[in-house]
Nanobody
Framework: EVQLQASGGGFVQAGGSLRLSCVAS????????IGWFRQAPGKEREGVSC????????SYLDSVKGRFTISSDNAKNTVYLQMNSLKPEDTAFYYCAATYSPYGISLVKEMYDYWGQGTQVTVSS
């Protein structure tokens, strides 16, 4: 059974930083991607960043480029999302998700099959 455990959310002032962690278990090959998604009240869930476990390729939502960094510690089966220079518009519930993907990575939520429970990020102005 694939399980994803997200943590690290919290309350921070604008300009601050948080690091989210996603621990994955139950994935049976290296050909998978982990994505971070977020959903604010009344808005669609959107892809923020993703990384391929085997190839290390990454992708970012335009609005977070230069502020967020995704990385992985394969020995710990953990993917991190370092979020710097946080803005109030980054406030959302953040989810990590996984998909088997031998060909690449995607920020399209419909491509992901397994979802964690999420963690709240609140940025005050």
């Amino acid at each position: 059974e694939v399980q994803l455990q997200a943590s690290g959310g919290g309350f921070v002032q604008a300009g601050g930083s948080l690091r989210l962690s996603c621990v994955a278990s139950g994935l049976t090959s290296d050909d998978y991607a982990i994505g971070w998604f977020r959903q604010a009240p009344g808005k669609e869930r959107e892809g923020v960043s993703c990384i391929h476990r085997k190839y290390g390729t990454t992708s970012y939502l335009d609005s977070v480029k230069g502020r967020f960094t995704i990385s992985s510690d394969n020995a710990k089966n953990t993917v991190y999302l370092q979020m710097n220079s946080l803005k109030p518009e980054d406030t959302a519930f953040y989810y990590c998700a996984a998909t088997y993907s031998p060909y690449g990575i995607s920020l399209v939520k419909e491509m992901y099959d397994y979802w964690g429970q999420g963690t709240q990020v609140t940025v005050s102005s």
